[in-house]
């Protein structure tokens, strides 16, 4: 086992630490606000394995009819009724359980189905709903379930989105993000000279059964939750080419529907022949596209934004940007799917990052960190922002753009940052990919695996960052005589009657005459400081240059002539220390006789305690596991 040992206050940074104990009040969730999984309790008694549609759309009215076949194994110990979801405007003309007409009941969202004979646990059934109506569409797009538009070339497009409680308003469904669906047959009915968009791969287009119109067939086997299931329907150009994946001969379809018209496909069409080249770019740094033998492709509609939906992105919204950011969906969304609603920043914060990661590799780091800049001031707007949603009842709670969106970004970053290096981290999160593919993760479960690849506790990170409210305020003054510096970091929080004290990672630039250096230290006081061995004449101290942190400087950086630089302190930068990481041992040399010594894993557990002796000092590691360890020397 390897040891790694990071002094606070060796190699480029000293730091005397005056340590505070802070307590974070135990995370719960409030239950007055916390939407449970479905609308009915009695939805949890069966676990959906196949799904097929058979519906009627056209592409100027939001009117659906047509029926869904709904295949599902009894999980409960019995179940006596079948129950679903469905706007109360439409009307049910029937319904079968098993190929056996039965009576529907419930005039609102929530339908039964009573059985004549309770279903034993264990039990295959398939509910068959026919239905019709003209549910309460909307031209906006998010969150109506299904919305008609005009583009402003004058195309009709329909289009769904379910996310996050109205797949009922077009289909008969369970909104159950703990369920996925196995499979999925779409048949879409449209008139013709329309077409239709959907998850999975196009099986055929049926020309011939009635004259006036086409039958779409599109299938997926990857298993989906409910939310991402989409159609997109209008008189589009279907835009086809494959791909080839880097070092392999695997290829995939990429399969769009634009608008055909004069303008749209010349003006977009760069950025979306830039799908291939992202698609690339993030298989290699989050896995491979987990839906690769299918497809990947965009329905242009006039959603204002872009949806995620797996294996074909909803977007009324062209830029390559946004392009990016659902496509990262697909791993962080669709792939692993949070299992709760109060975890999405698992899915919209790592999306949200990922426009970071596509800008600094396509465009250049300026543009991404103009970026992260741009997310940061809006973090700010909330100074008691808070990441895990408490309140899931609806959508305006959920969706919350300063903290969900940029906070979450920002605490994505925050992690990386935290990692022994770029090449753990993001090993980890192909790891927490792979562990948790087409299926479902907890904070608490990317937590674990990032301790397992990190080695040492994240619990202050998470409390502090997920769990915890807003974010530290510094205030930063320095001083410099001959060649050591000193910076003085106090720290204040933005929201201190919740969350008082961060203790978190930050970045300082030290810009002087022809040289400048970026230093790394760990701030976990509120007034903390740092010294440096720097010879260039200093002109000033920059705080988080590179945005590697949620935090906000209040005044400038200013010099302050009255901060000491005492002997002691200048003589414990020749502190070295090896081997580094370790085996067996470290030791170091250099220490000042009498310096008390405590070694701390990174949540600050205390580990080792000691007293510094002339000459060498030798610190045991045998008995540590495999991590990073801080040395303060005091």
């Known amino acids: 086992m390897r040891r790694m040992f990071v002094f606070l206050g ?26 449970t999984t479905t609308a009915s309790l009695a939805e949890d008694d069966y676990d959906i394995k196949y799904l097929k549609f058979n519906i009627q759309v056209s592409d ?27 706007d109360s ?15 529907v009941t419930g005039s609102g969202t929530v339908r039964t189905i009573t059985l004549p004979t309770a279903l034993a646990s264990g039990s295959m059934f398939t509910a068959q709903i026919w239905y019709r109506g003209l549910p309460p569409g909307g031209t906006g797009g998010f969150f109506n379930g299904i919305t008609h538009a005009v583009t402003s070339g004058g195309t009709h497009v329909v289009f769904t989105i379910s996310d996050p409680y109205v797949a009922k308003n077009w289909w008969a469904c369970k909104q159950s993000i703990l369920d996925k669906i196995d499979s999925v047959d779409m048949y879409i ?7 239709a968009g959907s998850n999975g791969l196009l099986r055929g287009i049926d020309t011939t059964s009635i004259a006036s119109s086409r039958i779409y067939h599109w299938q997926t086997h990857y298993p989906i939750a409910y939310y991402l299931i989409s159609i997109a329907i209008a008189r589009y150009a279907d835009y086809k080419s494959n791909m080839v994946f880097f070092s392999s ?11 055909d018209t004069a303008t749209f496909n010349p003006t977009n069409k760069p950025n979306f022949d830039s799908i291939p080249y992202i698609m690339n770019y993030f298989s290699s740094v989050f896995g491979r596209y987990p839906f690769w033998r299918e497809k990947y492709g965009v329905c242009y ?6 949806m995620e939906h797996q294996t074909m992105t909803t977007i009324g919204t062209p830029d390559i940007t946004v392009i990016a950011h659902e496509m990262c969906h697909q791993w962080f969304g669709d792939n692993v799917t949070y299992k709760t609603w109060g975890d999405m920043w698992l899915s919209e914060g790592f999306a949200t990052y990922s426009e970071q990661l596509f800008l600094a590799r396509f465009r250049s780091e300026a543009a991404a960190n103009a970026r992260r800049i741009a997310y940061l001031n809006l973090t700010f707007s909330q100074p008691c922002g808070k990441l895990y949603v408490d309140d899931t009842s609806n959508s305006d709670s959920l ?64 409390n502090q960052w997920i769990y915890g409210r807003g974010y530290p305020q510094y205030k930063l003054t320095w001083n410099q005589r001959g060649s050591m510096v000193v910076v003085k970091l106090t720290q ?24 400048d250096t970026f230093v790394k230290v760990y701030n976990n006081a509120d007034t903390q400081y740092f010294y440096f061995d720097y010879s260039p004449t200093l002109s000033t101290v920059y705080l988080n240059p590179n945005v590697w942190t949620v935090c906000r400087q209040t005044g400038a950086s200013v010099k302050d002539a009255t901060l000491a630089i005492d002997e002691y302190e200048a003589g414990k930068a020749n502190i070295t220390i090896y081997p580094n990481p370790a085996d067996k041992a470290w030791q170091i040399e250099q220490l000042p006789a009498g310096a008390e010594l405590v070694l701390t894993s990174y949540d600050g557990s205390t580990l080792w305690k000691g007293t510094a002796t002339k000459g060498i000092n030798k610190i045991d590691a045998n008995a540590l596991p495999k991590g990073t360890y801080l040395l303060h020397v005091a």
């Open 10 to 35: 060796v190699l480029t940074l000293l730091c005397p630490l005056a340590v505070k104990a802070h307590f974070y009040p135990k995370h719960k969730q409030q239950n007055n606000l916390f939407k």
């Open 60 to 86: 100027t009215s939001v009117r659906v009819q047509g029926n869904v076949a709904t295949t599902a194994q009894v999980v409960a110990s019995a179940m006596p009724a079948y129950v679903f979801e469905l």
């Open 89 to 103: 405007s439409y009307t049910i003309d029937s319904a079968k359980i098993n190929g056996v007409m039965r009576t």
């Open 189 to 195: 009915t449209v008139p013709r000279g329309v077409q």
């Open 249 to 259: 001969t695997d290829t995939m379809l990429i399969h769009n529907f634009f608008m």
């Open 301 to 306: 509609t006039t959603l204002p934004g872009g």
């Open 399 to 462: 969706f919350v753009s300063a903290t969900v969106y940029a906070k979450g970004a920002g605490v994505v970053r925050m992690l990386q940052y935290a990692a022994p290096n770029d090449s753990v981290f993001f090993a980890m999160l192909r790891h927490y990919q792979n562990v948790y593919a087409y299926s479902h993760a907890t904070t608490a479960q990317l937590k674990a695996i990032a301790e397992s690849f990190y080695g040492y506790p994240l619990d202050t990170f998470f």
């Open 492 to 515: 204040t929080a933005s929201c201190a009657s919740y969350t008082p004290h961060f203790s978190t990672y930050l970045e300082l630039q030290l810009h002087g005459t022809g040289a």
